[in-house]
C-alpha cells in the first residue's frame, strides 16, 4: 500500500472519530449527511483505500467532509487544519495531497475530473 492510500485511511479514521463525538445532529438534514451515514463512507473508504480509485476515495472524503461541516462539527477553518497532522505523519511526500484539500479553498479554481473524455 503506497503513501497516499495510508493518508486517505488516516483522513479516514479521523474523520470518523470526530463524527462520533457529534452530541446533537441536525436530523434535519438529508439521510446522507447524517453522522451514521458519514460514518459509514469513512468506513467504505478505509476498506477501499488500497484498491478504490484515488479521484473516488477523495471525493468520498470531500463529502464526508461536507457532512461534517453540514453537521456543525468542524467550522471551515478547524476542516481546512485538521489533517495538517496527518500529513506531517505521512510526510507530505504524495503528489496529491492538494487534490484532498482544493476543494477547502474558495480561492482556488480546481476542475473535476470527471474521466471518459478522449
Known amino acids: 500500500m503506497d503513501n497516499s492510500h495510508l493518508l486517505m485511511i488516516a483522513m479516514a479514521e479521523k474523520c470518523k472519530r470526530l463524527i462520533r463525538q457529534c452530541e446533537q445532529p441536525d436530523v434535519?438534514?438529508?439521510v446522507p449527511l447524517q453522522p451514521g451515514h458519514l460514518?459509514?463512507?469513512?468506513?467504505?473508504?478505509?476498506?477501499h483505500a488500497e484498491?478504490?480509485?484515488?479521484?473516488?476515495?477523495?471525493?468520498?472524503?470531500?463529502f464526508v467532509q461536507c457532512g461534517m461541516l453540514a453537521?456543525?462539527?468542524?467550522?471551515?477553518?478547524?476542516?481546512?487544519?485538521?489533517?495538517?497532522?496527518?500529513?506531517?505523519?505521512?510526510g507530505e511526500a504524495i503528489v496529491d495531497v492538494?487534490?484532498?484539500?482544493?476543494?477547502?479553498?474558495?480561492?482556488?479554481?480546481?476542475?473535476?475530473?470527471?474521466?471518459g473524455q478522449g
Not at 460514518?39 to 476498506?47: F, G, L
Not at 484498491?51 to 470531500?62: A, N, Y
Request: net charge negative; with cysteine.
Open 28 to 30: 434535519l438534514l438529508p
Open 39 to 47: 460514518q459509514w463512507m469513512c468506513d467504505q473508504i478505509v476498506e
Open 51 to 62: 484498491i478504490g480509485p484515488p479521484t473516488k476515495l477523495h471525493r468520498w472524503i470531500g
Open 71 to 90: 453537521q456543525r462539527i468542524l467550522d471551515l477553518d478547524r476542516l481546512k487544519s485538521m489533517f495538517d497532522e496527518l500529513k506531517r505523519a505521512h
Open 98 to 115: 492538494e487534490d484532498l484539500l482544493d476543494h477547502l479553498d474558495p480561492q482556488s479554481s480546481f476542475e473535476f475530473d470527471i474521466g
